[in-house]
């Protein structure tokens, strides 16, 4: 009977063998898919991308910094005061060139007047000469070959010299005109080079001051910039920290319910309460127990740990547990013997 129980304590102890042999074979492919799928790396990937995040959103501020700086620059105070003062100069000039414009303007319709009455008078003197001139040639005409009487060379004499008078005065208005036409025109010519000079500072003025706004447009602009950068980094700083918190990067260990908890260990007295004599716990006893307190505290760890797939180690050690349980239970027998 001992020699059959020894032969089916050895199968086990082959068969438990065996199996470590499997367990150790397959567990590392278990736990790598378990590891992938896992929380914990799940949680990884998490802190990485929040990380990597901040980083983004460091150097996003760093760069909104450096335009910040250079906007600071462009429109610092010293250069906004130098455009200020270009400004202020040429708006000074302007004005003058503006009223100097306006000084050159205000005679022009009264000059206008002078050459519109010289055009009159001329027309008039140029009117009179053509009327004389052609009275002459009418009386010339009615001669034909006639000699021509006292009366009428008297006449044609009269007329030759009035013609001559009309076209003195007619050449005299032609003179005052072009004179009053020079002078207008030159008059003119001065106010459209005092309006173009005042044009051109006008410009100057505006490019100063388009220029002077698109600094501090640009320098408010950076401002907002890097302003929203700063809340973007401090947010993605947050979410880094809070992903990297011991909260979230380490799970938690359960503690297992008060119905779970072990039992603590009675010492045996020394004398037994029914014989009265000292009785000790067999070695085999001893082993057992020893044993299986050390399988359930194995077993334990591992609901404890959330783990659905156990590693390589902890089959390994469980089988181990399994061997040393059947070689004490073949030492029993052998002792039997």
């Known amino acids: ?27 590392p492919a278990t736990a790598i898919a378990a590891e992938t799928s896992s ?6 990937l998490q802190t990485e991308d929040a990380a990597a995040a901040k980083d983004k959103a460091y150097a996003a501020m760093q760069e909104a910094l450096k335009n910040l700086e250079a906007a600071k620059e462009a429109a610092s105070p010293e250069k906004l005061a130098e455009i200020d003062d270009d400004i202020a100069a040429f708006q000074e000039l302007y004005d003058m060139i503006v009223a100097e414009a306006a000084k050159w303007r205000e005679p022009l319709p009264a000059m206008q007047a002078n050459v519109d009455a010289a ?18 040639d009418k009386a010339l005409e009615a001669l034909g070959d006639e000699e021509p009487s006292t009366a009428i060379k008297e006449h044609i004499k009269q007329l030759r010299s009035e013609i001559m008078a009309a076209e003195t005065r007619e050449k005299s208005c032609e003179d005052d005109l072009h004179h009053y036409q020079r002078r207008l025109e030159s008059q003119e010519k001065q106010v459209q080079h005092f309006e173009s000079e005042a044009k051109e500072v006008k410009a100057r003025i505006d490019e100063d001051i388009a220029k002077r706004n698109a600094l501090t447009d640009d320098l408010e602009k950076a401002q907002a910039a ?12 947050a979410a880094a920290d ?3 918190s011991p909260e979230i990067t380490q799970p938690t260990e ?7 908890a072990q039992p603590a260990e009675t010492t045996q007295p020394a004398s037994s309460p029914a014989t009265g004599k000292d009785t000790a716990p067999s070695p085999s006893k001893q082993a057992n127990t ?3 307190k050390q399988a359930n505290t194995t077993a334990d ?12 180690i902890a089959l390994a050690g469980i089988a181990a547990m399994g061997l040393g349980i059947t070689a004490a239970a073949t030492r029993r027998l052998k002792n039997s013997k």
């Open 301 to 312: 760890k591992l609901a404890n740990t959330g783990d659905t797939t156990p590693s390589a």
């Open 226 to 237: 890097y302003d929203d950068a700063c809340k973007a980094y401090e947010e993605a700083k």
């Open 242 to 244: 809070k992903a990297t």
């Open 254 to 260: 359960t503690t297992p319910p008060s119905s779970s």
């Open 1 to 27: 009977m001992n020699d059959i129980l020894a032969r089916r304590a050895r199968r086990a102890t082959m068969g438990i063998a065996l199996s470590v042999a499997l367990v150790a074979g397959i567990a």
């Open 119 to 136: 055009q009159a008078k001329y027309d008039e003197a140029h009117n009179r000469t053509s009327g004389l001139q052609a009275e002459l």
């Open 290 to 292: 020893s044993n299986g």
């Open 39 to 44: 929380p914990i790396g799940a949680v990884a």
